[in-house]
Structures are given as C-alpha cells and as structure tokens.
C-alpha cells in the first residue's frame, strides 16, 4: 500500500538541529512534518555528554574572536572562516532561544556553569545535568515540539528525495517499518539525519547513525566535503577486547580531562605532557592520535584515564560514573580504561551556514552538513552550536527561498541502489579508515566491499541504510586515498606530514550515473589526484 502527504518543509531526523528547525517553521505559520526512524529524540543529540561551546560574555578574557581562533586552530587549515565566524557568533543568541524553550542548563547561582574541552583556550563549554547536555537538551526540544503540535512521523525512514525534470527537490520518498512506502511532498526538504559513525564496528554513535542523509543528497546531486575527516572521540569506556566490536560505545567526555583529568599508559606514565603545549587538553584529533600510539608502542588494548585526584566526580559527571560502575569500575579509585573511537563526521552534505545545499528545495543542517566550521577536526562542543544556529538559520533561507507550491511530481519509486553487508563495511572501515591509513588498505577496504555489493531495491530500514552505509564508505574511502597528507582526524601511515598543496582543497564528492561516488578534487590537486 502507499499514501501521499503534503507539507511546507519536511524535516528528516528529530536531533538540535532538526527540531530547533521544526520549531522556528512551525512558529513562522509553515506546515511541518518531522520523519525520523525511531521515536522522536532517538537520535545523536542526547547522546552528547560535554555541552555547547559558546561565548556569553561573562568568562574573564574569553572572546567570540577566542573561539574562532580556537575553532581555525583545531580545524588545521580548512576551516571556512566566515562560516566559523557566523557560527560562533550566532551561538549567543541560539543558546537564549534554547533556553526560552525550556533547556536547563547547569548554574551557579544565577551565572551558567562552565567546562573546558581538548582545544579550547577558557572554560565556555555549559552543560547540563553534569554530563547529560544532549539528553536535556532533547528533552527541551521533543516536549517543545509537542507543545507546538508539530506533525511528526516516526518509524519512518527517508529513503529519497523526490526531484522534478529540473532536478529541484520537491518532496521524499519514505518506507515504515513494515514496509509501506509513502511520499511526502514539499517545496522543501531539510536533511537533519546526524553522521555515519556506524560505518565502523566502534562507535560512540547510536544506530540510527548510517549516513542516510548524505547518501539522499548525493543522489539527488549534491556535493559533499571533507568525508575523510571522521573524527574519532580520545576516550571511550574500554571494557575489554569484545567491546571493540560492540557497536556504540559509551563517552567518557573530554570534560574530564577539562576538570583536571590525566591520560596515562599501562606503565602509569602521563604522556600528553610531551605531546601537545595543552597536553591532555590538545584538540581532539591530536590527543585521539597519540592515545593511539601509545598503544601501540606499549602493546595496550587501551589507556587509562586518571580521573583520582577529581573531587564530586560523581555528581560532576554522572552518566559517565554509572556507565563506569555498571562495567564494575570505580572512576573515584582507579583509572578508567579508554580507547579512541569513530565519533562524528566532520564533512557531509556541502552548505551555506543557512543550509543551502546547491540543489534548490534541499537543505541540511547539523553532523549531516559541511558548512565548513569543522574544517579537518571539529573544536569540541561546537557541534551542538552549529546544529542550533543553522537549525535557525535554514528556516529563514527556507522562507526566502520561498519555493514553488502545490507541485505535482510522479509518485516516487524506490530507486535500485548499490547494497553491501552492513559487517564486511564496518570491519572493512575499521581495519583500515581509522586513525592511519595507507593506500594498500584504502584500496584494500573498497575492493572488500565492492566483492560484497549487489543492486537491489531497498525493501525496509535496513536495506535503505545498508545502501547509505555502502555509498558513504566508498566515499570516504576514495576521499582518503586522495588526500595525500595528514591532516586533522585523516592520519595516513604512507604520507604522514601535512602537505599544503591540500590547504585550500575540499575534495568533493558526486554520484556518477551508476550511483557511485566519485572524488571531483578542485584545480589546486588536478597534478596529483
Ligand atoms: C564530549 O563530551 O567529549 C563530546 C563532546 C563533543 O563531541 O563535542
């Protein structure tokens, strides 16, 4: 059986920036419908533990001009600076709003408590409920949503946008859990699907994370940016070797290296201090690395997070002291053993910061968007930041833009797409796309999952995920082994130096007529891509 709907915007995923979107176009008189794949809220936004990094104006010698400098330093090179600029300075405003809605965050006395993160120059970062900022914040916006009696269709996964003969985007295709297709017709389309941190067996990101969103745009002929840039998290809870292929994995937040925390290595050494001048508090890719390193050298399965000497641990951070407990470790007597993990994507769907991809009536905003903040690491807590300013932001551009009412498309069909095992990809990623790869087992990894690909027509969840997941690590995989240098989150073995000839190329990334990703690298690399 299948139906049709209509709508002004559809927005596709519940997390910041989806639902900061659905509130302010419901606001503006628009008819929204929100399409997620499980309930409202299950996505990567509560799952976010430190906070959102932004700048009030009440933390001596910290600056909006601070957390650019600081955001341009994590992003080695490739930051879009106006886009940082804009993001950063919208980030004020948007946490106010967020406030209005109802977010709580932590306080003292009438002045908002702060953290500091690996990259960050003072202590910006609020947070609420200790470590639960995602989860509160989700909370907020879901029951916000509610109150404002915004259409929401869950158990319902995106599986493409609908495209008139101009190839302007003009609704989406949509199957439920028990396979009934349905499409939902609309001037305009936002993407808010979060990353792909599923691509690997390790991963602090829960299972709605398969990159579907970029893989809806790129068939529908966007460009997307900087996939090589996967960011892995320093530290997560290690709770032994089987751990490592135990899907999402819980977050020990960098907050507790912020609040006084130490790395160290099976011999108790603290190694950070000769690594980085911020030591344990370096950007994250630098920290994510070095942890990696050590292991190696010493032969570990993971390091070790001194977080001893902190005092109210528990209170201070109470998602990670339960997770830790439950693993039948005691944070408040011995350290906690941490690995790095695939934590977020910091390219994806290529925007402006108000969300505009270049296919009119589409739009993304949040993990799913490359709007150029993150550049080729992601300063810590300024994914939630841009989530909230663009989520507001791409409201606006969707007003302007004003796209065509009342348009009349055939009914979508399921389009055939490339599918490979969801495991072959992931181990296949794992062994070879993490922190330090090499051209052999780039290669390697998209040779393994091609010998598992086969077309065929997504018939449920699974299959239109499974289809996301294969897409995007070819991307990422050929993205990977253009890029010829190391730079931010991408480590390459094989050229392990920064070289500059990458410093203003974003390598973009199409669907070819066969619907694979090809690497289009701008002039700058056309002598050696
Ligand atoms: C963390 O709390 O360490 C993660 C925050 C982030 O990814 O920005």
């Known amino acids: 059986m299948s139906w049709e709907a209509g709508a002004d915007l559809v927005v596709v995923g519940s997390g910041v920036a989806g639902l900061t979107a659905a509130l302010d176009a419901a606001a503006a008189g628009l008819r929204v419908v929100v399409v997620t794949k499980d309930g409202v809220g299950e996505g990567s936004t509560r799952w976010a533990q430190g906070g959102v990094a932004v700048v009030l104006g009440d933390v001596a010698g910290d600056s909006l001009d601070a957390h650019v400098a600081d955001t341009l330093a994590a992003g080695g090179g490739l930051n879009d600076a106006d886009a940082v600029g804009t993001v950063v300075r919208g980030g004020p ?11 709580l965050f932590d306080a003292r006395g009438p002045r908002l408590d702060r953290t500091r993160e690996g990259g960050h120059s003072a202590f910006r970062v609020v947070h609420a409920g200790g470590d639960a900022t995602g989860a509160e914040i989700e909370r907020a916006l879901v029951a916000a949503t509610r109150d404002a009696g915004v259409t929401v269709l869950d158990g319902h996964v995106a ?67 900087d996939l090589e840039f996967v960011q892995f998290h320093p530290t997560v809870l290690w709770t032994g070797p089987a751990s490592d292929t135990a899907g999402r994995r819980t977050l020990v937040t960098e907050a507790v290296r912020g609040e006084g925390a130490v790395l160290r290595d099976r011999t108790g050494t603290a190694f950070m201090a000769g690594v980085h001048p911020r030591a344990d508090l370096a950007p994250r890719d630098v920290v994510a690395a070095a942890i990696t390193r050590r292991m190696a050298e010493t032969g570990s399965d993971c390091a070790w997070l001194d977080a001893t000497a902190l005092d109210g641990f528990a209170a201070r951070f109470p ?92 009914a979508g069909t399921v389009p055939a797409l490339p599918v490979a095992d969801r495991t072959v990809v992931q181990r296949a990623m794992s062994a070879s796309a993490g922190i330090g790869r090499d051209a052999a087992g780039l290669a390697g990894a998209s040779d393994a999952i091609e010998a598992v690909t086969a077309t065929a027509v997504p018939a449920d969840r699974a299959g239109v995920e499974d289809a996301a997941l294969t897409l995007i690590a070819q991307a990422v995989l050929a993205a990977a082994g253009t890029r010829r240098e190391t730079r931010g989150c991408h480590v390459r073995t094989d050229f392990p130096d920064r070289d500059d000839t990458y410093q203003r190329s974003s390598l973009q990334v199409r669907v070819d007529a066969a619907g694979r990703p090809v690497v289009v690298a701008d002039e700058a690399l056309a002598g050696v891509a």
């Open 93 to 103: 405003g948007a946490v106010r709003r967020l406030r209005e809605r109802g977010a």
């Open 319 to 410: 998602t990670v002291y339960a997770s830790c407990r439950a693993a039948g470790i005691d944070p408040l007597t011995e350290p906690i053993p941490v690995t790095p993990a695939a934590h977020y994507a910091c390219g994806g769907v290529v925007t402006d910061t108000s969300g505009r991809t270049g296919v009119p009536g589409l739009y993304a905003a949040g993990e799913v968007a490359r709007t150029g903040l993150h550049g080729a690491n992601r300063l810590a807590s300024n994914s939630l930041l841009e989530g909230l300013v663009v989520g507001e932001r791409v409201v606006r551009a969707v007003l302007a833009d004003a796209g065509p009412t009342g348009v009349s498309t055939p």
């Open 159 to 225: 599986v493409d946008a609908l495209r008139e003969v101009t190839g302007r985007v003009v609704g989406l295709a949509v199957l439920a859990g028990d396979g009934d297709a349905g499409v939902l017709r609309a001037p305009a389309v936002l993407l808010a699907t979060g990353g792909y941190g599923q691509l690997y067996s390790s991963t602090t990101n829960p299972e709605t994370s398969t990159g579907d969103g970029v893989a809806i745009a790129l068939r529908a002929g966007a460009t997307a940016s």
